[in-house]
């Protein structure tokens, strides 16, 4: 039921915002040097890496780690990349994510392939069979500001409570906190 309401909601999520998503690759392709999508290895379903896409909202040669781990995380960004990251439309390209079955719309969001302390505590936890999501419980509570321990309680408390009304709670919050700009550092 899950992968059914995914689909559902991805295609008629992207046919409603083509134009914008169009819009956004123009702007990233205008404002910086480089490629408009920006793939990052990620930890999915398994612990199986995939290529997870994103705007670009970074310079190219920007290290591939969790950005709070960055000294400066700013003087990496692109002209319009703290813009993108606050208002979340670098995230907008893993809509192909969902249709293609490596994320869903609500689960964990998925690690960075070498954040091994993150990997190790949901695998330990059985988190990591869990399909990761656009958003998730950890997501609307804190999302970045979450230590990794709190992070991963988070995803358990998910896994345990995991139903299509849960993950529809989850989506009305996360939008909620967009359109708010919660715990939105960068």
Do not use: C
């Amino acid at each position: 039921m899950k992968r059914v309401f995914d689909l559902f909601l991805a295609i008629g999520v992207t046919l409603i915002l083509l134009l914008p998503i169009l819009f956004v690759g123009l702007l990233v392709r205008f404002t910086s040097k480089g490629p408009v999508l920006y793939w990052s290895n990620r930890v999915g379903k398994n612990n199986v890496i995939f290529k997870m896409p994103k705007f670009r909202s970074m310079q190219m040669g920007t290290p591939a780690v969790a950005t709070h781990l960055l000294s400066n995380p700013d003087a990496y960004l692109t002209p319009i990349g703290s813009f993108l990251r606050k208002s979340s439309l670098d995230e907008l390209p893993q809509l192909w994510s969902i249709l293609n079955g490596d994320m869903s719309f609500v689960g964990p969001r998925p690690a960075l392939f070498n954040q091994h302390d993150l990997i190790e505590l949901r695998t330990k936890a059985g988190v990591h069979h869990l399909v990761p999501g656009l958003t998730g419980w950890a997501q609307i509570n804190g999302r970045d500001e979450l230590p990794i321990p709190q992070k991963v309680a988070m995803d358990i408390e998910y896994l345990h409570q995991k139903s299509l009304w849960f993950d529809i709670k989850i989506i009305i919050l996360t939008a909620a906190k967009v359109l708010k700009r919660d715990n939105v550092t960068h």
